[in-house]
């Protein structure tokens, strides 16, 4: 007979890491998840030995934005993603949201790409709030924290407000043409919920945690953001 706290002990945490299932913003904007985003903290989970699966608010086979894979931005987390059958597999066949036990997650991770503007709210915010309400680890990176705006806290405020956070700056939406053509900007979005929104010098690795809240700015976050969730669940 096996202790009972012995298998508790020995169970690998669990990370539900979030992606969209929208490959247009607007009418006419072509895009879908970044893969990095969702890649660089898969690999930090899974090296760590944790559990990973990758849901989506659709489910199925999510979109990736095709600029995220091209030379220019393709990560060596990316490329060992591609030949790695098992994750690609896990990938094609997303879990849908809706439908998911959260509570057998530790951490839920949001990942990025200008497709969350599109679905990133109902479901996505209503599922960070249940797992921050359970006292989980909740993780989101670059345009991911679109998931965080609609999150309340148990007394019905906002998730975010009066907390230490990072996203895609109003800079570096500036740098990539998309500051007029996204519904809002994401950091005066933040700001204005009252979170004390933390920047880091365009296009570097900033990540924040304040206490199980994890964000990180933009894609070269990512790795980063999700070392620090491996600090919150520890």
């Keep these: 007979q096996i202790p009972p706290h012995y298998i508790t002990a020995t169970m690998p945490k669990k990370v539900l890491i979030v992606v969209t299932s929208a490959d247009k913003m607007g009418a006419d904007h072509a895009t879908g998840f970044w893969h990095e985003e969702m890649a660089g903290p898969y690999y ?3 090296d760590a030995g944790l559990s990973v699966d990758i849901a989506s608010p659709a489910g199925g086979s999510p979109p990736v934005d095709a600029g995220s894979v091209t030379d220019q931005f393709k990560t ?3 490329k060992r993603f591609e030949q790695d059958a ?3 597999a896990k990938l094609a ?3 849908k949201l809706s439908e998911v036990d959260l509570g057998s997650y530790d ?3 949001l990942a990025g790409g200008h497709g969350t503007y599109t679905d990133f709210t109902n479901v996505v915010p209503d599922a960070v709030s249940k797992m921050a309400a359970a006292g989980k680890v909740v993780a989101a990176v670059c345009h991911g924290p679109t998931g965080l705006l609609d999150a309340k806290a148990a007394d019905g ?3 975010i407000k009066g907390k230490k956070v990072a996203g895609f ?3 570096e939406e500036g740098q990539v043409g998309l500051a007029e053509k996204v519904p809002y900007l994401l950091e005066a979005k933040m700001r204005s919920l009252g979170a ?3 920047v880091g010098d365009p296009w570097t690795s900033k990540a924040v945690r304040d206490g199980n809240l994890v964000t990180g700015q933009n894609p070269q976050s990512s790795v980063e953001a999700a070392k620090l969730v491996l600090a919150a669940l520890s």
Excluded: G, R, Y
Aim: zero cysteines; glycine letters at 0%.
């Design 76 to 78: 060596e987390n990316d």
């Design 169 to 171: 700056t109003d800079a």
């Design 86 to 88: 098992a994750a690609a």
């Design 157 to 159: 405020t906002p998730l």
């Design 93 to 95: 066949k997303s879990l």
């Design 44 to 46: 930090v989970f899974v």
């Design 196 to 198: 004390d929104f933390q």
């Design 107 to 109: 951490a839920i991770f």
